[in-house]
């Protein structure tokens, strides 16, 4: 297996270079070297996600990716065009990497610099030091628990930080357990290479909310970093996407843009195979379940496992293609009923569109969306209240019934709210209006239901429609590119 395989490699060549350098000698030069570089800082705004862009010209995954490329020249337009954070490899046989990469690097750039490297042993996080990084990354799946500390706090002593790497709900309750302040989730598993897609949506809430969440492999396009903005990560880092295009200012453009300024799509009201197959086909990001009785939308909590599995393309979705994060909605219903069918149906989120208390919210085991609407300016300091317990406010059109009706919301009350905080705007979207409502209000998302519908059926015409119409007019598309 890959993993034992490098590790008993890394151990030979500590053999070697632990006779050519004493530790005491090494330890001095590591005591040496100027302060770090403070890597907390490259992550403000903690609102924002950060890039952290590496170099790296090979992967035993990928094989050779970038064969010419120039490691000093490489970060340097990593950090031109807005990196926070360059990773390094330095790991020689499998990821052609070199230790004098990282002080090139480290000597040209002025950001924190990440030695990224399979480190077992303290004689490593002494070399990192020596060789100028101001963090290192301890990967979860080879240490223990005591090592894990041990590393941990030496990385500490020499005032660098730690990027924790996990990818399983163990491993990130052992990186909590460590005092890590900076969790990696690698949706790679280095021992089978496998992505998995879903886990950063998997584990983000068992992540403490103050420490910094970095996104880890696989990112290339803007579908994935939309994503990223809906699992509320302060990082990414993203390797292969920059070193093998052929432009790397745009692909960072499109991910820094993508990740911190695109628009998601919820289409709600879902109750059928075709209506579905229609969202997910188009590319929408969540998909809403309506479990209101007394709406034509409803959908039984217990039919909604059968009917995702009916829809082909939400059961079995293209390679590539990753799957909608789902959002029940209801309207005044007991806290442990919601709960309930949250667990029944896997949802992924829960919407309260009645008039559900901020304490309300907090019972609810889900991150949540609570919908308000906003009549008059008075309405706006409403939201304070909510917006410490609600994952995201959305705002609604005023009716007595609710929300669905069609009629379009107080886009310049929304727009105010929207200025500091991430809204979802909903009522009366439509193709025809959205491209106005996402200039004028500029939201973190959209949520539509009758617009999408004709004679009170979805229509998958328009739902394709409306999705493209939201990617061409957001500052980036589905490829990302302006
Ligand atoms: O090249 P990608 O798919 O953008 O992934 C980058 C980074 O996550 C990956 O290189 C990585 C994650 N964890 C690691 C541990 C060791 C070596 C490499 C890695």
Redesign the pocket.
């Known amino acids: 297996m890959f993993l034992d395989k490098i590790v008993e490699q890394t151990r030979k060549d500590l053999i070697q270079r632990k006779a050519e350098l004493p530790l005491e000698q090494l330890q001095q030069l590591a005591l040496e070297q100027p302060r770090p570089r403070d890597v907390l800082e490259a992550f403000e705004p903690r609102d924002k996600i950060h890039l952290i862009a ?1 170099v ?1 010209r090979a ?1 035993p ?2 094989g050779i ?1 970038a064969p010419d490329l120039d490691p000093v020249e490489t970060a340097l337009l990593y950090e031109r065009n807005g990196a926070s954070v360059i ?1 390094v ?1 330095t ?1 020689p046989h ?2 052609l990497g070199s230790p004098e990469y990282l002080t090139a690097i480290k000597n040209a750039v002025s950001i924190p610099v990440l030695r ?3 480190i077992i042993d303290e004689y490593q996080v002494y070399e990192a030091r020596a060789w100028g990084a101001d963090m290192i ?1 301890l ?1 979860c799946a080879i240490l223990d628990d005591q090592q894990l500390r041990l590393l941990h706090q030496r990385a500490n002593a020499l005032r660098m930080r730690v990027l924790v ?1 996990v990818h399983s709900r163990e491993e990130a309750q052992r990186a909590i357990d460590a005092g890590a302040m900076i969790i ?1 989730v ?3 598993d ?1 021992a089978s290479f496998e992505m998995n897609p879903y886990l950063l949506r998997d584990i983000r809430e068992m992540l403490p909310r103050n420490q910094i969440i970095v996104a ?5 396009t803007g579908a994935d970093v939309r994503r990223l903005s809906r699992y509320d990560v302060q990082a990414m ?7 093998v295009s052929n432009n790397i200012p745009d692909q960072i453009d499109m991910l820094l843009q993508g990740a911190n300024h695109s628009t998601q799509v919820k289409i709600c009201g879902l109750h059928d195979t075709a209506g579905i197959n229609a969202a997910v086909d188009a590319g929408a990001d969540l998909l809403g379940l309506i479990f209101y009785e007394p709406s034509h939308r409803y959908i039984a909590p217990e039919q909604v496992p059968a009917l995702l599995k009916a829809s082909q393309s939400y059961s079995q979705s293209a390679s590539g293609q990753v799957r909608p994060d789902l959002v029940g909605v209801f309207v005044n219903k007991d806290a442990s009923y919601i709960n309930d069918v949250v667990e029944q149906v896997g949802l992924h989120y829960v919407q309260l569109h009645g008039n559900e208390s901020p304490e309300f919210c907090q019972q609810i085991k889900r991150p949540v969306i609570k919908a308000l609407s906003l009549k008059e300016q008075a309405d706006l300091s409403l939201m304070a209240a909510y917006q410490k317990v609600a994952w995201r406010l959305l705002i609604d059109t005023p009716t007595p019934n609710w929300g669905g009706t069609g009629l379009t919301s107080n886009w310049e009350l929304a727009r105010q709210a929207a200025q500091h905080s991430k809204i979802i705007l909903a009522g009366g979207l439509t193709v025809e209006n959205v491209s106005a409502a996402i200039q004028q209000v500029q939201p973190w998302g959209l949520d539509v239901s009758s617009g999408v519908e004709t004679n009170k059926q979805k229509d998958i015409h328009k739902i394709a429609a409306f999705v493209a119409q939201v990617r061409s007019s957001s500052i980036v598309g589905e490829q990302g590119r302006r």
């Open positions: 590496e790296k992967s995954s990928k990716l990773s490899l790991e499998f990821f990224k490297d399979f990354l990967i790497e990696g690698n949706s790679r280095l880890e492999s696989g990112i290339h880092l993203v390797g292969e996407s920059l070193v």
